[in-house]
Structure formats: C-alpha cells, structure tokens
C-alpha cells in the first residue's frame, strides 16, 4: 500500500543497493555520459540487439538491482562519492534499441514498440519518459547532426527532437545525447525515425527511453547525498531497470564513481 507516514517509509526500508563504476575518455561538459558498458559493480551490460523497434524492459544484465512484488515502492535515498566534480543521474530504463546505421545519412524508421507500463503515471503513455542517443563503440570522426521524430505523451505526432549539446565527433562509448522535446511535451510516448545528415563515420550507437528519477550533485572528493526530501521519493514500479548517468562539470574523466540506493517499500 502507499506510504503516506515518515515511520512508514522508516518500516519499509530495504538494504542498500551499492554500486561503483570507472570513468572514461575524456568527457564533454554538460553531456551525458552513461556508465552502462563500464566496468565496475554491477558489472557491464551487453549492448543490445533487439533491433530497430527496440524491446520493453522488465530486466537488463547490468542493471542496479530492483527488487519485485511491494505493492508500492519508492526511492527513498542516494548518496555518490567521485573523484571529479558533476553530478549523479539515477534512471528506469524503459526501452532500448539496436540497428541504426551510423553512415546513412537519411531518415531511419524506428516505429519503437510500446513503452512498459512505468512512465511518471505508471503508464504507456510516455509522461516523464525522456529519450537519449547512446554509443556503445566509439564513433568515427563524422560530424553528425542527428534527430528524432516522436509522439508526444498526448498521442500526437510527428514532433521533432533534437540533442540538447551538439554531437561531438569521435564520441567515447559511453557519451549520451538526451533530446529536447518541442514546445509544450512533457515526454515522448514513442519513436517513429532517427535522422543523421551527416555520417558519422563508424561506431555503435542505440536510441533509448527513460524516466529520470533523482540527481545527486557532487563537489568531488567528498560524499554527497539526498534523502527523501531531496529526492521527492518517487513512486517506482515494478521492474524497473535502474542505471546511470554521469553529468560532468570538468573534461577530466572520473577514475571512480561509486554509492548507494535505497528503496522503501509499502
């Protein structure tokens, strides 16, 4: 049942989930770098090949664990401990995809299958539901100017997106575009093509669909945190596939980003 009392989100705490992840190459400011294929605990996720149509996720090897079955489930508490300065994304990751070609330099049809069942409303509906370009193996040096064509959380469609921080050329695996939504959307319910007008050489790259949940800043060097207050403990839902995003304020890649997450249960 839902939590409605601080000694009920006290009752239902679990144990900490720990994590801890290398850096990269050199980083880009204010892009995102997701640390989904680095090495660390848990352990680096496989790129996915489920084609252009992408798959729903309910689980993904790499994933932070989520326990099942609560009837209601929250994000009580993060903290982050990095060597550099920036800032923690946490995230569900809805859907992936694979198949792009990185040197077509027309429109591409997607036509993503149906979100689970875990925007912001614990619906299909796309609220809350963001959508990012994550590269997998390094890029070659094209310069891509790269978008989407989406529908937006009311249904309509033939909105464009567009990466919030220009493409860089020669992206490190791991760099993340996340796209700006037209006027107006509060979050994408589908994907219907992926545009590059310029190639980008070589590489591995996938679209991907997520719910942002909580940012945990940090000064680097000292460990930060967030309770419930900070975080607005969000209603999570089951089969929820957490990960990361690393948010960089320096160009120096952290050698090690490593904390914990704490759900509560009803």
Avoid at 24 to 39: E, H, I, K, W
Avoid at 65 to 91: D, H, M, T
Avoid at 220 to 246: A, C, K, R, S
Wanted: charged share 10%.
């Amino acid at each position: 049942m839902a939590i409605t009392t601080l000694d009920g989100v006290i009752a239902g705490f679990q144990p900490p989930q720990e994590w801890a992840k290398t850096g990269a190459g050199t980083q880009v400011l204010g892009r995102y770098y997701s640390t989904f294929y680095a090495a660390g605990r848990p352990g680096p996720a496989v790129a996915p090949t489920p084609g252009m149509a992408g798959a729903a996720l309910t689980a993904y090897a790499g994933q932070i664990p989520f326990p099942n079955g609560a009837a209601a489930q929250y994000l009580a508490k993060a903290n982050i401990w990095a060597n550099v300065s920036g800032c923690l994304v946490i995230c569900d990751r809805l859907w992936h995809q694979s198949g792009i070609s990185v040197t077509t330099t027309t429109a591409q049809t997607i036509n993503s299958v149906a979100w689970p069942a875990r925007d912001s409303n614990g619906s299909t509906n796309g609220e809350g539901v963001r959508i990012g370009l994550e590269v997998s193996t390094a890029t070659g040096a094209g310069a891509s100017v790269h978008s989407i064509s989406y529908t937006d959380q009311s249904g309509n469609a033939g909105a464009t997106g567009s990466p919030r921080v220009a493409y860089a050329a020669s992206s490190i695996a791991g760099a993340f575009y996340d796209y700006g939504l037209a006027a107006g959307d509060t979050g994408v319910r589908s994907v219907q093509t992926f545009t590059s007008t310029v190639s980008m050489s070589s590489g591995v790259v996938h679209l991907v669909a997520y719910r942002e949940l909580a940012r945990i800043p940090t000064t680097g060097l000292v460990e930060f945190g967030q309770d419930l207050l900070g975080i607005g403990m969000p209603e999570l839902f089951n089969d929820t596939v957490p990960f990361l995003l690393w948010f960089p304020t320096a160009t120096t890649a952290p050698s090690v980003l490593a904390g914990q997450i704490i759900y509560t249960h009803g």
